[in-house]
C-alpha cells in the first residue's frame, strides 16, 4: 500500500490511454509521455501499458508500507528517498516504511513514476487513465490528493528478483539506467520534427516560411489537451469555414487569432480550426516538458521520414525489452 | 454499393499515425449518409494496423499504429500508400453486413422556469410565443452529425432556420447537465456542467454520457432526435429514477 502524504501540483494515474471510443466523443489520452511512461514500466518489470503515477511541477511525498522496486523518468525533479537522492532511468530499491518525496522539477514539467505491479484501479472503458473532464478513469477520476491510498498488482518474476539482488548487495539502485531519450532517434535540443497538415494550403506563403523558420514560445496557456505557442501570427490566405473533423495528438491547429496550438494527448476529438502541421509522434514528448517562456522550433519532415522514427523507436524499445529480460538469465 | 457512390472521395494522412476519408466538401444528409456507409464499411472487419474509425461531418478518420501496418506486411517506406489502398479497397467491394440506419431517440425536455432562461431571448427573435418556440423545437426530427468535443456530446443538424440565435457575447460561468441549448445555427444538449455561450431553452434528465454502458453514449451519429416536452414533475422523476 502507498499512502500520498502529499499529492503535488496534478498527480494522475495513466496508462497508455483510451482508444476506441473517440465515435463517443471520449479522448485517447493516457501518459502524455507514451515512451517515459513505457521506460519506467519496463524498468519495474511491468507491462509497458501499466498504470503509472504522472506528475508536473511539484511531485508528491509517497509513503511505502511494503518493499518494492519503483522508476522514473521524464524531467528533472528533485527525487529523495528518507533525504537521499533517488536517482531517474533506473530500478529503484524501497523498503518498507520508506519517504519517496519528489519535490520541484528543476528542468522541465513532467515525469512518470511507475512501481512494480502496476497502480491497480478499475479499468474504464478499457482503460486506467484518468480523464478529468469526465470524472472518470484513475482515482474516481481526479487527481491524486493528500492520504490518497494506492494499491498495486502483483509484481513480475523479473521485479522481484531485480529487487532481491539490490536488498542483497544493499545497494538503492542499479547501477545501469535506461534513458528514454536514448530510444530512437531523437531531435535535436529545442527543435521538433513536424509534417504538413491537411489545411496547409490555406495559409499564406509568409505563414508557411515562419511557422518552420521562427523560433516560437510556449506560453502558460498549456495543459494535458495542447501547449498554446506565441511568434508571428500566422494567416490563412483567405478567410475559410472548416468544418469541424478529427484531430490528433501532435496536430498544430491555428485559431483565428494566428497563434498556433500543439494538441496533446487529451485533446478533444474533433476540432474546428485548420490543421497546419502535425508534429512527429516521437517528438511530441518534447511539448510536455515545456514551460512558459521556453524556445522551440520545428524542422519539416515528411510523412515516410517521421514514421521511419516510429519504427526504429519500436526497434530500439524491443532491444530494451530483450536487454532487460537478459539481466537475470 | 460500388466505388461510384463514393467519388471523389480523398485519402490525406493527418500526421504519421492516422488518415483522414474525405467523403465531401459541404455539411449535408447526403455527405453524411456517405460517411456513414463509409464508416460501417471500413469498421465491419478488422484492417491491419487501424486502431480506430471515427466518423465526423464529412470525413472518417482512420487511426493507425505505423509499427503494427509494418507487422502486417506494409512497406516500411510506403505505409500510407499501403494503407490507402486497403481503405479503397474495403469501400471499393464494402461488406454485406454494412448498414447505415441509426436509430431514432427520443428526448424528454423540460421547457419550463430557471430550465429555460433564454426561451424569450429566441421566442423574441424568432418573432415567436414561447409556446410557438416549444411547439417548433419538439416538432422537427434532428439528426446526429457526430459525437465529439466531450464525451457524449451530440452536433445535431435540422434546427428550423428560424429558431437561430446569436451566442450569448458572455458565455455562463456554469450550463448545467443536461441543458439543451441554440447556438447560432446549432441546437445541442450539454452532457456535464460546463462553461458555455448557447441559448438554454429547457433541460433533459437523460444522462447523456453513462461510461458504465455500452455504447457509452445516448446518442450515436447518424441517430434521429427528437425533442418531447415534458413537466416539472416528469422531469424530477425521470432525474430521480435514473
Known amino acids: 500500500m502507498i499512502t500520498a502524504q502529499q499529492p503535488g501540483l496534478l498527480t494522475t494515474v495513466q496508462d497508455l490511454g483510451r482508444p476506441g471510443y473517440q465515435q463517443y466523443g471520449v479522448v485517447v489520452g493516457g501518459a502524455l509521455d507514451a515512451l517515459a511512461a513505457r521506460t519506467a514500466n519496463l524498468l519495474v518489470g511491468n507491462e509497458e501499458n501499466a498504470a503509472v503515477l504522472e506528475m508536473a511541477q511539484t511531485g508528491p511525498t509517497l509513503s511505502f508500507s511494503r518493499s518494492t522496486l519503483v522508476a522514473w523518468c521524464g524531467a528533472d525533479f528533485d527525487a529523495q528517498i528518507n533525504g537521499e537522492p533517488c536517482p531517474r532511468d533506473r530500478p529503484v530499491r524501497v523498503a518498507a516504511g520508506d519517504i519517496l518525496r519528489f519535490g520541484l522539477a528543476r528542468h522541465g514539467l513532467r515525469a512518470w513514476l511507475a512501481i512494480a505491479g502496476g497502480i491497480d484501479v478499475p479499468l474504464v472503458m478499457g482503460s486506467r487513465s484518468t480523464y478529468r473532464r469526465a470524472g472518470l478513469g484513475g482515482l474516481a477520476g481526479r487527481a491524486l490528493q493528500g492520504a490518497d491510498r494506492l494499491s498495486c498488482g502483483h509484481p513480475s518474476e523479473w521485479s522481484q528478483q531485480v529487487l532481491e539482488k539490490l536488498l542483497a548487495s544493499n545497494q538503492r539502485a542499479t547501477t545501469w539506467s535506461v534513458r528514454p531519450d536514448t530510444i530512437g532517434r531523437p531531435a535535436r535540443v529545442g527543435v521538433v520534427r513536424a509534417m504538413r497538415g491537411p489545411e496547409w494550403e490555406w495559409f499564406t506563403e509568409p505563414a508557411q516560411q515562419a511557422f518552420f523558420q521562427a523560433t516560437w514560445v510556449a506560453t502558460k496557456d498549456a495543459d494535458r489537451m495542447g501547449v498554446r505557442l506565441k511568434g508571428p501570427g500566422l494567416a490563412l490566405a483567405q478567410p475559410r469555414e472548416m468544418i469541424s473533423s478529427a484531430v490528433n495528438a501532435g496536430i498544430v491547429q491555428v485559431p483565428p487569432a494566428g497563434q498556433p496550438i500543439v494538441l496533446l494527448p487529451s485533446r478533444q476529438s474533433v476540432g474546428g480550426y485548420p490543421r497546419l502541421a502535425a508534429v512527429a509522434a516521437v517528438d511530441l514528448r518534447h511539448f510536455t516538458q515545456l514551460r512558459p517562456g521556453d524556445p522551440i522550433r520545428f524542422e519539416e519532415i515528411s510523412v515516410v521520414g517521421a514514421q521511419d522514427l516510429l519504427l526504429a523507436q519500436a526497434r530500439d524499445l524491443t532491444r530494451v525489452r530483450l536487454g532487460l529480460s537478459r539481466l537475470l538469465a | ?242
Open chain 2, 1 to 242: 454499393m460500388t466505388l461510384d457512390y463514393f467519388t471523389g472521395m480523398q485519402i490525406i494522412p493527418l500526421g504519421d499515425q492516422a488518415l483522414l476519408v474525405e467523403l465531401g466538401q459541404t455539411i449535408d444528409e447526403s455527405t453524411h449518409r456517405k460517411v456513414q456507409s463509409a464508416w460501417r464499411s471500413l469498421a465491419a472487419e478488422p484492417l491491419p494496423g487501424v486502431t480506430e474509425l471515427v466518423p465526423a461531418y464529412t470525413t472518417v478518420t482512420a487511426y493507425y499504429d505505423p509499427v503494427q501496418a509494418v507487422q502486417s506486411g506494409a512497406p516500411a517506406n510506403k505505409i500510407v500508400d499501403w494503407l490507402s489502398d486497403r481503405l479503397r479497397d474495403r469501400l471499393k467491394n464494402p461488406p454485406k453486413t454494412a448498414k447505415t440506419k441509426g436509430c431514432t431517440v427520443e428526448i424528454p425536455v423540460c421547457y419550463e422556469g430557471d430550465f429555460a432562461p433564454d426561451l424569450g431571448v429566441v421566442a423574441k427573435q424568432a418573432k415567436l410565443t414561447p409556446a410557438e418556440v416549444i411547439k417548433l423545437h419538439t416538432k422537427t426530427e434532428y439528426l446526429v452529425y457526430l459525437v465529439g468535443f466531450a464525451p457524449g456530446f451530440p452536433y445535431l443538424g435540422g434546427l428550423p432556420k428560424i429558431l437561430a440565435t446569436p451566442r450569448h457575447a458572455k458565455p455562463r460561468m456554469v450550463v448545467p447537465a443536461g441543458s439543451v441549448g441554440i447556438g447560432g445555427q446549432q441546437t445541442g444538449i450539454y452532457p456535464y456542467a460546463t462553461p458555455g455561450g448557447w441559448n438554454l431553452i429547457g433541460r433533459t434528465p437523460l444522462a447523456l454520457f453513462r461510461p458504465a454502458l455500452h455504447p457509452p453514449t445516448l446518442l450515436s451519429a447518424g441517430d434521429r432526435v427528437k425533442f418531447r416536452a415534458i413537466t416539472r414533475e416528469e422531469f424530477f422523476r425521470q432525474e430521480a429514477g435514473a
